[in-house]
């Protein structure tokens, strides 16, 4: 039972039913530790599922970094999706393109990843730099090494032509708490947030110089509702670089947050 919605919204005094809502969908299964109670946590938005499996796993995933007259992007395996949810988080991705070229290798042929190209300190197009990535379960690598080696050789030749880096990529790089944050703060980035809310949060934060986002609300509003109504703008302030917080950890409602540079 829950006393107010801000109960729900900053995870205080909920059941641990409610902390830990289950999602089945075929073989996988997602879960909430009551420990992640940061809101609402959200699924990203809806990808066209077209097959499941514990890893071979086929859909299309949105994005807004695609070239151009491209609203989605297929992905072939669950690392890849993860992936792809990780380059449309980073704020120093410009762009990125799944499968960009086919290479010829030996009797058969060969298609990177993905293309991805990063905004250099200058901001600048003209000194973005790319990177052509495969992506591969670190077991797999093993597992198919003979077979693979010839491969990434060729993506690696490729890209030094190109004056791009090639570059392997496991499940060790990619599924890191900064992964979970980017699958929680996408909706929120997504929905947006009014323009007179995230200014007050914002200058509220510039006061305080530094906090969490339990006392910011709190210092924000003293009706729970209203302080619930201001998470998902707190959120949305994150998850679009306006307020900064340390990524690499799972943001919570105690995470210390400040105003972005």
């Known amino acids: 039972r829950l006393s107010s919605p801000t109960d729900l919204a900053l995870g205080v005094g909920m059941c641990s039913k409610a902390l830990r809502p289950l999602t089945t969908v075929g073989a996988t299964t997602y879960s909430f530790p009551n420990t992640d109670?940061?809101?609402?946590?959200?699924?990203?938005?809806?990808?066209?599922?077209?097959?499941?499996?514990?890893?071979?796993?086929?859909?299309?995933?949105?994005?807004?970094?695609?070239?151009?007259?491209?609203?989605?992007?297929?992905?072939?395996?669950?690392?890849?999706?993860?992936?792809?949810?990780?380059?449309?988080?980073?704020?120093?991705?410009?762009?990125?393109?799944?499968?960009?070229?086919?290479?010829?290798?030996?009797?058969?042929?060969?298609?990177?990843?993905?293309?991805?190209?990063?905004?250099?300190?200058?901001?600048?197009?003209?000194?973005?730099?790319?990177?052509?990535?495969?992506?591969?379960?670190?077991?797999?690598?093993k597992e198919k090494w003979a077979a693979l080696k010839p491969r990434l050789q060729a993506g690696?030749?490729?890209?030094?032509?190109?004056?791009?880096?090639?570059?392997?990529?496991?499940e060790r790089e990619i599924r890191t708490p900064l992964l979970w944050n980017a699958k929680f703060l996408l909706p929120y980035r997504e929905d947006g947030a009014p323009d007179a809310d995230c200014e007050r949060l914002l200058r509220l934060l510039d006061s305080l110089g530094e906090a969490t986002p339990r006392d910011l609300l709190s210092a924000a509003a003293q009706d729970r509702w209203e302080q619930a109504r201001l998470l998902s703008v707190l959120w949305y302030l994150v998850a679009s670089r306006l307020i900064a917080t340390d990524l690499t950890q799972r943001v919570t409602m105690t995470s210390r947050i400040w105003s972005h540079e």
């Open 37 to 141: 109670a940061t809101g609402f946590p959200r699924p990203l938005p809806p990808a066209r599922k077209i097959g499941l499996g514990r890893r071979a796993l086929a859909g299309l995933q949105p994005s807004k970094k695609l070239p151009e007259g491209a609203s989605s992007a297929k992905f072939e395996s669950s690392l890849e999706r993860d992936f792809f949810v990780l380059l449309e988080f980073n704020a120093d991705v410009i762009s990125w393109e799944p499968q960009p070229v086919r290479l010829e290798v030996g009797p058969g042929s060969y298609v990177p990843d993905v293309l991805v190209t990063f905004a250099t300190e200058s901001r600048q197009l003209e000194d973005a730099r790319s990177v052509l990535y495969e992506v591969k379960f670190r077991d797999e690598l």
């Open 156 to 170: 690696r030749r490729y890209a030094r032509e190109q004056g791009w880096r090639f570059r392997t990529i496991t």
